[in-house]
């Protein structure tokens, strides 16, 4: 079964608005998460790396402000789209190492209207 | 970081061995090579790992070059449902900075 679970699946919000997406680790702890997006048809783009208790590291050219990411607990991670436009419009996925495995949560398809 | 590059498409008849090739030729020595697949909308799926020796599991077989330049995901005995873009990542540890590098995927396409 899924070991990495986000939340929501899909959304659909209006442009200026905040969306929060949710990554859980099920029955593991997970001080690192990873969250990408993914355009069609194109491969994963690493955003940032959350950090359990710390600052995200964020990829070049990735905005921190824009994309918010807190790692509160152990076992959950959350990326905010601040102010959200059409072009954020995108497939998000996060992942959460479990041993030495990459596992990754089934993605969050975000449309901004 | 490794980069890793792959064929971006191709065909396998059902039921023959479908093998994925990916070049990783700046891999270097602590670096794994880890295979997924994606099938559309969804989370990549994981498929199998290795170092330098070869790997086989329920799913797939991985064959890694003996100078670790280039890998082979094999299928044996590929279905419809095998359809996927498969990708090729290199998994960088370095001190507890886990960073995955993407390869371009192949999107493969299994014929009845």
Redesign the interface.
């Known amino acids: 079964g899924a070991v ?1 679970s ?1 939340h929501p699946s899909r959304v659909i919000c209006k442009s200026g608005t905040s969306v929060k997406i949710e990554c859980r680790s099920l029955d593991f702890q997970a001080t ?1 998460m ?1 969250w990408y997006r993914q355009f069609p048809k194109k ?4 955003m940032a ?1 959350s950090n359990e208790g710390s600052k995200a590291t964020y990829e070049q050219g990735v905005e921190k402000d824009k994309f918010l990411i807190n790692h509160a607990s152990l076992t959950l991670s959350t990326l905010t789209v601040t102010s959200a436009h059409p072009e954020d419009s995108s ?1 998000y ?1 996060c ?1 959460a ?1 479990l041993g ?8 969050t ?1 975000l449309s901004v209207l | 970081d490794a980069k890793t590059t792959q064929p971006p498409s191709m065909d396998c008849a059902e039921g023959r061995a479908a093998n994925l090739p990916c070049n990783h030729s700046t891999i270097s020595g602590n670096e ?1 090579v ?1 295979w ?1 697949r994606q099938i559309h ?6 498929i199998i ?1 290795g170092l330098k020796n070869n790997e086989t599991n329920e799913m797939a077989s991985l064959i890694i070059t003996e100078d670790r330049k280039s890998s082979t995901l094999i299928l044996p005995h590929a279905t419809l449902r095998d359809t996927a873009v498969y ?1 090729c ?1 290199v ?1 960088k540890s370095n001190f ?5 590098t ?4 192949t999107r493969l396409t299994i014929i009845p």
């Open positions: 990495v986000q690192t990873f491969s994963l783009m690493l790396t497939f996925i992942s190492m030495r495995t990459p596992n990754f949560g089934a993605g398809r | 794994y880890y997924y909308s969804q989370g990549p799926q994981y790992h990708y990542i998994r507890g900075n886990e960073k995955l993407f390869g371009t995927g």
